[in-house]
């Protein structure tokens, strides 16, 4: 017996709706794999003043300058470099893992190819020197996500006096009188 196919969309609740276009589907889910079950739901409001021109105003969650598209690349203040390499790292630690998975389907799907004379021999040694380039691909993400988390290190190490100061604010002088007995 065999089971019917999972659906390609998450279930509606309460009143039908309008048919969609079919998304693009992700290379990892091609044959069933992947974690990603639901699709994914993006939510865009644009509020405006009374005039018709667009409201400049921080949305929550979002950054002061996603224009740039990097959060914090202006790197004026050391919040700016910590969301800087927070974002590198969060989003390099999502690529490691998605060319992880991409590298070990592509072995996967490699070892199922038969060679010229239709043997299967060789196969698994031929799509592990293949998929070899793709690990090394993850390998180089999962260095630029500890390479962000050490430059956000570093800094602190070597501008740790300087964000002292700078936290502080303006040194403080004291006005005391000297004390006399007169």
Known sequence: MTTPPRPRHAPTVGQPQAPTSPKKVVNSQKN???FNLAPTVSLNVNAGNHNGTPANG???GQAHNTKKGVPGSDFMSNEDIRAYCEYVRKDARNRATERAMDADHLE??????????????GSRARARRVSRQAKKIAAAEKAIQKYAALLYGTFEREYESDLRKVGKGRTQQNHRRPFSFG
Do not use: F
């Not at 996967?108 to 021999?121: F, K, N, Y």
């Open 32 to 34: 069933g794999g992947g």
């Open 58 to 60: 921080n949305t929550a």
């Open 108 to 121: 996967a799907v490699l070892r199922t190819i038969p060679d010229q004379t239709g043997s299967m021999s």
